[in-house]
């Protein structure tokens, strides 16, 4: 009878408990040695929790490329809260099951710099998203491709579908950098000697080449590109008290974007740059993509 017993309770065990386990995201790290950066750039891959299961073996799922903001890597995305907030969201049924891809994008704003010796849009374009798609079980048509991001990883998310509209079916971006200053004023701001002066002039150049400033401004984009944006799903916020001023930008879109007819989603909502703004809307912009994947939006 206690043999039983205690057959019954590791039954149980295994029927309730473990289930709980095997139902857990997996991230997988790694990095992949580029041939236009010439250097290894380190990325993190949330897999679903199914993805390594038997039954799954032959299931490609949508992907949602994420890019960090500025002094962030690859790894700040789910070591800072959002791996607990995803896998909440799954078992709520709020989202379901897609890859969640993070590249290291250091300070290149994720563009080409303007003296061309860092090509991370060509790298991310040409190299990163067909390993991706080569590596991990993705589906490859546009409708199941996906970009976001934060501060400046939101800029770089806005200015890739803006710019690319043909590869990404929706895009998102938290607190984007979305600088309304003319090259101008920016090279004031370099010649002052500022931190972010110096940082916008390694990537944008210094002084700062209009040309280039404006081959990859959202803005400039956004209108050159409004016709075919308008089967782009798109979900900006930003916070009000936005201590780098970037709320500024982001009416300055939605204002756009109004005037342009094209279709789109922004809030701004109290709060500022920092984590606990980002994390508290985050569910928001994956609910927003999920529905994107289902052609809800």
């Known amino acids: 009878m206690r043999r039983w017993a205690a057959s019954l309770f590791l039954i149980l065990l295994v029927a309730f408990i473990v289930p709980g386990v095997w139902g857990q995201s997996r991230i997988d790290c790694s990095a992949l040695n580029s041939r236009i950066l010439r250097r290894a750039v380190r990325y993190c891959v949330m897999l679903p929790p199914e993805y390594d299961s038997a039954g799954a073996a032959h299931t490609r799922y949508p992907v949602l490329y994420f890019l ?71 589906r490859r048509e546009r409708s199941e491709r996906a970009i976001s991001g934060v501060s400046m990883g939101g800029y770089g998310a806005l200015r ?87 709320e500024k930008g982001a009416m300055a879109l939605d204002r756009q974007l109004t005037a342009e007819r094209v279709k789109h989603e922004f809030h701004l909502y109290p709060g500022n740059h920092g984590l606990e703004y980002f994390l508290s809307h985050l569910d928001e912009t994956l609910e927003f993509h999920w529905r994107a994947f289902k052609g809800k939006n």
Request: proline share 4%; charged share 20%.
């Open 160 to 246: 890739f579908a803006f710019a690319y509209p043909e590869m990404f079916s929706s895009v998102s971006a938290q607190s984007a950098a979305l600088i309304t200053a003319s090259p101008r004023d920016l090279d004031a701001a370099l010649r002052s000697g500022a931190p972010l002066g110096r940082l916008m002039g390694k990537v944008f150049g210094n002084p700062i080449d209009v040309a280039h400033w404006q081959a990859n401004d959202p803005f400039v984009l956004a209108r050159r590109n409004k016709n075919r944006l308008k089967t782009v799903s798109i979900y900006f916020n930003c916070g009000a008290s936005d201590e780098y001023g970037f």
């Open 68 to 138: 960090h903001g500025l002094g962030e890597n690859e790894q700040t995305l789910f070591q800072s809260g959002g791996w607990n907030l995803i896998q909440d969201l799954r078992q709520q049924h709020k989202i379901g099951d897609f890859l969640v891809v993070a590249p290291d994008g250091w300070d290149s704003f994720f563009i080409n710099s303007a003296d061309g010796k860092v090509r991370y849009s060509d790298f991310f374009l040409r190299e990163f998203i067909p390993y991706i798609e080569g590596k991990y079980r993705v």
